[in-house]
């Protein structure tokens, strides 16, 4: 099963409508690991790693997020598996 990273901007709505808790249980719900954030100018980021095909899932899924948010744009950059991760985790604070 090959491994891979993906490294997101999510750009809409997606702040105050649970995005980071709800992309941390599909990353927890498709065995992912690395982390989410909100950025100061509205966006969210994210660091999935984990087996591609789950990768995939886990892009789609934040095309449209949960239950109140408006995703209008989703930036992807693919990056080699690095393993730096134990979990996945929700950030605070500014980059």
Avoid at 24 to 33: F, K, N, P, S, Y
Avoid at 43 to 66: I, K, S, T
Avoid at 85 to 92: A, L, Q
Wanted: proline fraction near 4%; glycine fraction near 10%.
């Amino acid at each position: 099963m090959e491994k891979g990273r993906v490294y997101l901007i999510i750009t809409g709505f997606v702040q105050g409508v649970f995005f980071r808790a709800s992309t941390r249980e599909t990353a927890v719900r498709l065995d992912l690991t690395g982390w989410v954030r909100n950025l100061p100018d509205g966006n969210v980021e994210a660091v999935f790693e984990g087996p591609v095909e789950n990768l995939r899932q886990a892009v789609q899924w934040c095309r449209q997020g949960p239950r109140g948010a408006r995703v209008t744009k989703v930036d992807e950059k693919w990056q080699d598996y690095t393993g730096e991760f134990k979990n996945f985790s929700i950030r605070y604070g500014s980059p």
